[in-house]
T-cell receptor, first 114, second 111 residues
Framework: DTEVTQTPKHLVMGMTNKKSLKCEQH?????MYWYKQKAKKPPELMFV???????INESVPSRFSPECPNSSLLNLHLHALQPEDSALYLC?????????????FGSGTRLTVV | SQQGEEDPQALSIQEGENATMNCSYK?????LQWYRQNSGRGLVHLIL?????REKHSGRLRVTLDTSKKSSSLLITASRAADTASYFC???????????FGPGTSLSVIP
């Protein structure tokens, strides 16, 4: 299995809702990442997990809360989002840190905050 | 910021022509990667070149790296309509622990 699976593919949520994005990989990768991408822009790094521990938080607002329950799974919990948080959220994994190899990306979750 | 800059921002060519995209970056790197993204989907890893390498090939792709100029180029030979996508370079910086993407080049290959 050489895939990163993200669910759901699309999500519409109100500003008072709580929702979660899910990311799963079974490649034995020990580093996992969340990126946010706005239209016609490059992906922006949000969080890095290494061996299930949060390694980097790129000053992301607390309304985004990551969680890594095990080595295969990465969640992003969303609460009280703003319309400007609407974007494509991408999960990626790599063998481990340091980043000696390429990333495998999921297809993303298209999030719309209304 | 270690984020690279890509040139051109947009490129339109005829099928069969070669496409060249350039990437510049600011800090020292351990490796540089190129990714392709089709229309709002996930990114696909194309090729990784390490800082001690100067050139790398993969099928119709050729990547060069000039660490003295802090720049890289991606050449796609004999382009196809299916190559239409956004192409991003990404660098890891000296700390190894994260990969930052450049602004990307939007490539259109016209059949």
């Amino acid at each position: 299995d050489t895939e990163v699976t993200q669910t759901p593919k699309h999500l519409v949520m109100g500003m008072t809702n709580k929702k979660s994005l899910k990311c799963e990989q079974h490649m034995g990768h020990r580093a996992m990442y969340w990126y946010k991408q706005k239209a016609k822009k490059p992906p922006e790094l949000m969080f890095v997990y290494s061996y299930e521990k949060l390694s980097i938080n790129e000053s992301v607002p607390s309304r985004f809360s990551p969680e890594c329950p095990n080595s295969s799974l990465l969640n992003l919990h969303l609460h009280a989002l703003q319309p400007e948080d609407s974007a494509l959220y991408l999960c990626a994994s790599s063998q481990e840190l340091p980043t000696g190899g390429g990333y495998t990306f999921g297809s993303g979750t298209r999030l719309t905050v209304v | 910021s270690q984020q690279g800059e890509e040139d051109p921002q947009a490129l339109s060519i005829q099928e069969g022509e070669n496409a060249t995209m350039n990437c510049s970056y600011k800090t020292s790197i351990n490796n540089l990667q190129w990714y392709r993204q089709n229309s709002g989907r996930g990114l696909v890893h194309l090729i990784l070149i390490r800082s001690n390498e100067r050139e790398k090939h993969s099928g119709r792709l050729r990547v060069t790296l000039d660490t003295s100029k802090k720049s890289s180029s991606l050449l796609i030979t004999a382009s196809r309509a299916a190559d239409t996508a956004s192409y991003f370079c990404a660098t890891d910086g000296a700390s190894y622990d994260k990969v930052i993407f450049g602004p990307g080049t939007s490539l259109s290959v016209i059949p």
